[in-house]
Structures are given as structure tokens and as C-alpha cells.
């Protein structure tokens, strides 16, 4: 069998299961290094979604008499300086950059498809005067636009979500926009707008659901660095505030000044945000891989399903006639 038709082969096996199944297949079979990351990040979302169960202390119960102990049977990771099991707290955390990492995430997702789908949609000076914005807004140092952010909505969840997801988004709506311009450059985007539709109805009936693939490797990616910018928020004072158990400020306070008397109260919050960010990262790259269409074997191409069940219709009349 030729090289030809085994691709041939390949793809009619594809195009008979769905996209998500093809996903997970390959990712099985293709991407060990998205398999582990898959399976970390699943743990890491059971162990937020039940927390309750899984942690033996609250996470701001303070236990008499039990001070800074190292770890023991009764205490896996220790206590910190208050009493407060550390154990308990990782669990805890994990809920928390759960949270912050998948509404972040939604909202980066939100944020940069309006303003990339907008822009590539209508072109011209609009878009040319809008990407001018969103460069200006990207010559930022990151970093320091998130702590200005912050220090002028103040500290909480509900900021580090808002914060996170409209910084990260605005940057996203690039990914988006060049997406929305190569589909708009389809035969049924133009037949659609020749008929008469409206671009609102244009763009979420025959735009969006042909950029899906370079929207979910968008949001896949953005969870990682937004729990990662929640812990450095919270490690410097800006993010979530004690005493509710954020990774990163966990490593910050009482972890700091206890650093050297105590290096498990650093030790096992640094070991958990490590690990889920790194899970996440493979996912994402894995799934990056996969579905983004500008990437040698990715499935996803820019609206070629509808285009070709398109040009099958009219193939179909043609023939009739």
C-alpha cells in the first residue's frame, strides 16, 4: 500500500468518528507527554471538586500544640506556624487555582474572540486602528500591568479572574483574528453575506464554529499561564488574600520567614503549583498539536468541513441538471 493511500486510508477513519474521540485516540496513541499531563490535570480538578472530602482539616483550622511540625503520619506535609495542616491547605489550593484557571480561562476565551472575530471580520481601518490598541496594550511589561491592575481594584478572586482574563485575552484576540480571516475568505462566508445576512449572524452561524480548533488550543494554553500569574499575584501580595490557601501565597508571609526553620511550608506548595502547571503546559501542547491547523498534523482546518459539504450540494444540483 502506497503512502498515498494509506493517508487516504487514515483520513477516512478519521472523518468517521468525532472530533473529540479522534482527540483522545491520538492523544493515547501519539502524545505520552499529553497523556501524563491529562491525567495530572484530572487529579488536580478532582481534588478541588472535592476537597471537602479529601482534606482531613480545614484549610484555616488551627491545631493546638502543633506548631511548625515536620511531616508524620498525622500531618503527610507538616504543619505551619499557626497550626494549620499543610496537607489540608494543598488540597484546598488546588480548588482554588482550579477556579482562577478555568474562569480566567473562559474569560480570556470570551475577550479575544469578540475582539479578534470583530476585527478580522470587518478589516479595513477598523481593524487596522483596533490591533493598533492591542499592540499598545501588549508593550506592557506584563507583570507590571497586572500589579497596576490590581492595586486598583484590590485584592481577590473575583479581580484575579477579571484581571487575568482580559489581559490574557486581549492578547489571545490576535490568534482569533488571524483565524476569522482565513475562513471569512471561504465561498459560503461570502455567500452568506451576498444573500443578505447580517455580520452578527455571519460571523456566529458560519465564522465561529469553523475557528473552534484554534479556540480551544487558546484556552488549553491560557490555563497553565493563568495559574501561574495567580500564584506570582498572590506571592507578592496582590492576588488572593490569607486565609484562603493560594499556592502562591502560601510561598509567600509566614512561608518566607519560616523558610529555613521549617522548608517543608515552601517545599510542598512549590511541588504542587510545579506539577499542575507543568501537567497543564503538556496538555495543552498536546492538544495544541493536534487541533491547530497551522501545525503539521493537526486536524482542525479553517472551515474545510462546511466547504466541502458546500461544494457536495452543489455538485449534487449540477449533476441533477
Known sequence: MSVAEQTIKVRKVSKSRSLFADVMIRLVKEKPMGLVGGIIVLIMFLTGIFANFLAPHGYNDYIAGQFLKPPTIAFPMGTDNVGRDIFSRIIYGARVSMIVGL?????????????????????????????????????????????????????????????????????????????????????????????????????????????????????????????????????????????????????????????????WMVIWPGAALTVAVFGINMLGDALRDLLDPRLRGGIGRYGSAHAQRLRARIQARTDSH
Request: with cysteine; aromatic share 8%; proline share 5%.
Open 103 to 263: 474562569c480566567g480561562s473562559i474569560l480570556d476565551v470570551a475577550v479575544a474572540t469578540v475582539i479578534g472575530s470583530i476585527s478580522g471580520f470587518i478589516g479595513g481601518k477598523f481593524d487596522m486602528v483596533l490591533q493598533r490598541f492591542v499592540d499598545a496594550f501588549m508593550c506592557f511589561p506584563g507583570l507590571m500591568l497586572l500589579i497596576t491592575l490590581m492595586s486598583l481594584l484590590g485584592t481577590g478572586m473575583a479581580q484575579v479572574i477579571v484581571v487575568l482574563g482580559i489581559v490574557w485575552g486581549v492578547g489571545g484576540s490576535r490568534v482569533v483574528r488571524g483565524a476569522v480571516i482565513a475562513v471569512k475568505e471561504n465561498v459560503y462566508v461570502e455567500a452568506a453575506r451576498a444573500v443578505g445576512g447580517s455580520t452578527r449572524t455571519t460571523i456566529f452561524r458560519h465564522v465561529l464554529p469553523n475557528i473552534l480548533a484554534p479556540i480551544i488550543v487558546l484556552f488549553t494554553t491560557a490555563v497553565g499561564g493563568i495559574v501561574l500569574a495567580e500564584a506570582s499575584l498572590s506571592f507578592l501580595g496582590y492576588g488572593i488574600p490569607p486565609p484562603t490557601p493560594s499556592w502562591g501565597g502560601m510561598l509567600s508571609t509566614s512561608g518566607r520567614s519560616y523558610m529555613l526553620m521549617a522548608p
